[in-house]
C-alpha cells in the first residue's frame, strides 16, 4: 500500500469516528410521553389474575399435601438409566418388570442416623408363573442403603426420601 492510500484511508477513519452525525450527544429527545402509565390499568387486571392463579395452586397444594409420596431411584442396569419414581403410600407402581408397593413411610432422626425409612414390598413380574413371590419384602433406608438391599439382577432400588410426613 502507497503511503498516500495509507494517508487517506486514517483521514477518513478519523472523520467517520470524530464526525457530528455519529455522535449521540447531539440527539435531543423532546416530547416523548412515558408509556408505563397507559400500562398500569393492564398490571392491575393481570395482578388479580395472578391472585387467582396463586390461589387455585394453594388449594391444589392441600390436596396434595394430604397424601405420603414415597421417593424412590430406580437403575436399569442393563440400559444404565435412572429414573425417579414417585408413588403414593398405598398404590402400586410399575417400574420395568418391578411391581413396587410401598406401604409405610417414617421420619427418623437421631444423632447418629437421620433420614427416612420405609417399608416396601417389590414383586419381579418377568416370571410367566402365578405364583407371585416377594423379591423384596422389607424395610429401607435412605441414608444407609446398606442396611437392607434390594438385590435384583436387572434393577435397583434406593429410597431418596418422603413427602408430606
Not at 416523548?32 to 390461589?55: C, G, Q, V, Y
Not at 387455585?56 to 419414581?85: F, H, M, P
Not at 416396601?120 to 418377568?126: P, T, W
Request: aromatic fraction near 10%; proline fraction near 3%; glycine fraction near 4%.
Amino acid at each position: 500500500m502507497k503511503l498516500g492510500n495509507l494517508n487517506l484511508s486514517l483521514f477518513i477513519l478519523i472523520l467517520f469516528f470524530f464526525s457530528p452525525i455519529n455522535s449521540q450527544d447531539n440527539i435531543i429527545l423532546q416530547d416523548l410521553e412515558p408509556t408505563f402509565e397507559e400500562e398500569a390499568d393492564t398490571n392491575e387486571i393481570n395482578n388479580e389474575e395472578e391472585a387467582i392463579k396463586i390461589k387455585s395452586k394453594e388449594k391444589k397444594n392441600k390436596l396434595k399435601n394430604e397424601q405420603i409420596i414415597v421417593n424412590l431411584r430406580a437403575l436399569d442396569k442393563i440400559t444404565a438409566k435412572t429414573s425417579d419414581i414417585n408413588i403414593n403410600l398405598g398404590n402400586k407402581k410399575k417400574f420395568g418388570y418391578l411391581e413396587i408397593f410401598p406401604k409405610n413411610c417414617k421420619k427418623v432422626i437421631e444423632k447418629n442416623y437421620s433420614g427416612f425409612v420405609v417399608y416396601l414390598q417389590v414383586k419381579d413380574l418377568s416370571d410367566k408363573k402365578d405364583e407371585k413371590v416377594f423379591v423384596f419384602n422389607g424395610w429401607t433406608f435412605s441414608s444407609n442403603r446398606t442396611l437392607a438391599p434390594f438385590d435384583h439382577p436387572v434393577y435397583d432400588l434406593w429410597i431418596t426420601g418422603c413427602e408430606n410426613i
